[in-house]
């Protein structure tokens, strides 16, 4: 069973059987020394390679977590595009958000100051 181990030609039931033999007492004879040491190189390597290798719910949560990343980023940019302040100031139309947001501050600042009354700021605002 070992020269087929070595060549690779074992039924599954055959290894597990070849395993369990060496791993019995009549197994720890010296003359089995060697194969119990390759079968263990062996067996440490593939416990090394498939810790290794990501599963596939680790692959899943990456794939997720770079999809709603592509599309918050997307998202992000479709609002920057879309968000835009115009503002018309003596009949010129102004898209400078700072400047607009600028008129709308010193706007609201105006209404909500008890300077002036309600409707004079309404004519205000509306030129009448």
């Avoid at 070992?2 to 039924?11: D, N, V």
Wanted: proline share 2%; charged share 25%; hydrophobic share 45%.
């Amino acid at each position: 069973m070992i020269e087929r181990y070595f060549e690779a030609t074992l039924s599954e039931e055959e290894e597990t059987a070849l395993k369990a033999f060496l791993a019995s007492p009549e197994g720890q004879a010296p003359e089995y020394d060697e194969v119990r040491a390759v079968m263990g190189y062996f067996a440490a390597g593939r416990v090394v390679r498939q810790a290794r290798q990501p599963s596939r719910l680790t692959n899943r949560i990456v794939a997720i977590a770079a999809s709603l990343a592509i599309i918050v980023t997307l998202g992000v940019n479709i609002y920057n595009k879309t968000n835009i302040c115009v503002s018309f100031v003596d009949g010129k139309k102004v898209t400078d958000k700072e400047v607009v947001m600028n008129d709308v501050d010193n706007i609201l600042a105006d209404l909500l100051s008890d300077r002036t009354g309600v409707e004079e700021q309404l004519n205000d605002f509306f030129g009448q």
